[in-house]
């Protein structure tokens, strides 16, 4: 059974900083591709930021030089770092699992946390 469980969520100032923690089982980590989406009240989930296997990153513009993913496979943990946190990074940040394999034929791994809560507010 796959689970991601996530951690370190919180209620923050603007300008603070939270690490979030996501425990990874059930799979072979290393080989997947984990990223970490957000999901604000009444919008869409959003990319954060995501960590393939070989430790490239991609994020999304508006957290650049403020947050940065990491992961330990030793440990079978992906975290990210958010500093200068704004209020408008208020949202359920949710911990995601992908691969793909494409032999014998393709098929999608794709799994999801329960979500942290980051509220930042004065």
């Known amino acids: 059974q796959v689970q991601l469980v996530e951690s370190g969520g919180g209620l923050v100032q603007p300008g603070g900083s939270l690490r979030l923690s996501c425990a990874a089982s059930?799979?072979?980590?290393?080989?997947?591709?984990m990223g970490w989406y957000r999901q604000a009240p009444v919008k869409q989930r959003e990319l954060v930021e995501v960590?393939?296997?070989?430790?490239?990153?991609n994020y999304l513009d508006s957290v650049k030089g403020r947050f940065t993913i990491s992961r330990d496979n030793a440990k079978n943990t992906v975290y990210l770092q958010m500093g200068s946190l704004q209020p408008e990074d208020t949202a359920v940040y949710y911990c995601n699992a992908n691969a793909v394999v494409t032999f014998p034929r393709r098929y999608v791994y794709d799994y999801w946390g329960q979500g942290t809560q980051v509220t930042v507010s004065s």
């Open positions: 059930g799979i072979i980590f290393s080989n997947y591709t």
């Open positions: 960590i393939d296997s070989g430790g490239s990153t």
